[in-house]
Nanobody, 124 residues
């Protein structure tokens, strides 16, 4: 059973940085797609970044390109989301998700496993 536990959220001022971690267990490192999603109150869950473990291919949503960086520490089996130049509109609950196989979509329905989320609040 794949289990994902996010951490690293918090409150920062606009322009600040946070690094989210996703402690992952129950799966082998290669052959999985790991994604970071976010959901603000009253809005749909949206994908912000994804990485294919084993190939390293990454994709970002246009809204975060150049500001967010997704990476994977294979030794610790932990994906990270480095978030720089944060904006108030980045405020949301952030979730780590995983699916077996290649990365092809930011659709939440394409992912089989989800963490409980970590809150990120950016003040102006």
């Amino acid at each position: 059973q794949v289990q994902l536990v996010e951490s690293g959220g918090g409150s920062v001022q606009a322009g600040g940085s946070l690094r989210l971690s996703c402690a992952a267990s129950g799966y082998t490192s290669n052959g999985y797609c790991l994604g970071w999603f976010r959901q603000a109150p009253g809005k749909e869950r949206e994908g912000v970044a994804r990485i294919y473990i084993g190939g390293g291919t990454v994709h970002y949503a246009d809204s975060v390109k150049g500001r967010f960086t997704i990476s994977q520490d294979s030794a610790k089996n932990t994906p990270y989301l480095q978030m720089d130049s944060l904006k108030p509109e980045d405020t949301a609950m952030y979730y780590c998700a995983a699916r077996r196989g290649v990365c092809y979509s930011f659709s939440p329905g394409a992912y089989d496993y989800w963490g409980q989320g970590t809150q990120v609040t950016v003040s102006s």
